[in-house]
């Protein structure tokens, strides 16, 4: 017996607005397959209009709201069955991100939970890192995003702690990160992983994905830290246009990438962590995994 369902995810990040839609397989006897399908990512940059001014522009108000109605017709077009959509920091510290998110859903029906630091951690966390860890190791998991990053300690096999911090990429890119908030995360992740006495890290986000992509590593097999420092201060030898026109990143990476590989080196010093692992794992995949567990509320399209 064969049953094949599509269930679609939205993210909509600080940096860039995501759609994956994934096949999910089960067949009798077997473990269920997710497969993913489709992802569409657009660089819309919510960060850069909130984390300044404190509001979406008109512009990208309008931009949010033309991708949403795309996806909706993807996903149509797909035929998902079941989906959720989920506004991250951007939308969340917006003074008009719920005006805008009951807006689009008044002209596409796509509905925008908007969720917390927690809740974001958690859904990350639902994907199914036991494919991806040792079940005898300890990890320091660090999903970058543009408005936030989130932190978990896994021992054994499970979460033991989570905490999310407002240190991301483009708040970093615009220089509004308070040192406060930089030695709260320093403070928090030495004092939760001082009693391991070996920890490694886990990579999730764009960034570390292309950097691992760059990398030409095999699948499960991690980065040192040494060579995330090179890669570093190489790119950082670079001017914004170099970075596009030799180094050959998308113009919306090419700024973004080294604010989020401060942040990894970061965490990586203060566990002391030698070794980061990328699953290529995110909050879409976590959202997926939570639709077809039903730990989140979905939608029909």
Known sequence: ML???????????????????????????KSTRFKKSSLVRVPIRLGSDVFVKGAISKENKKRLMDTMMAFKLLMKSHKVELYKACATSAMREASNGFEIAQDIFEHTKIQIDIIDGEEEATIIAATDLNEYIDNDRNYLYVDVGGGSTEFSILHNGE???????????????NDIVKRETWLD???????????????????????????FKISGKAMGKPLTYFYLSSYYHNLKSYSYEERI????LNQDRADVIIPA???????????????????KIGLSDGIIKSLYYETISSKTI
Do not use: C
């Not at 391991?196 to 950097?211: E, F, H, P, R, T």
């Not at 026109?245 to 050959?248: A, M, Q, S, V």
């Not at 590989?261 to 699953?279: D, E, G, N, R």
């Open 245 to 248: 026109t030799e180094l050959n």
């Open 159 to 173: 979460k033991v702690i989570s905490k999310s911090f407002k240190i991301g990429t483009v708040r970093l890119l």
């Open 3 to 29: 049953s094949i369902k599509k269930y679609g995810a939205i993210d909509i990040g600080s940096n860039a607005v995501r759609l994956l839609i994934a096949i999910i397989i089960e067949e009798k006897g």
């Open 185 to 211: 995360l320093e403070s928090w992740i030495k004092n939760n992983t001082a009693k391991y006495d070996k920890i490694d890290v886990i990579g999730s986000g764009g960034n570390i994905n292309k950097i």
């Open 261 to 279: 590989l401060q942040i990894y080196l970061s965490a990586m010093k203060w566990s002391k962590a030698k070794h980061i692992y990328v699953p």
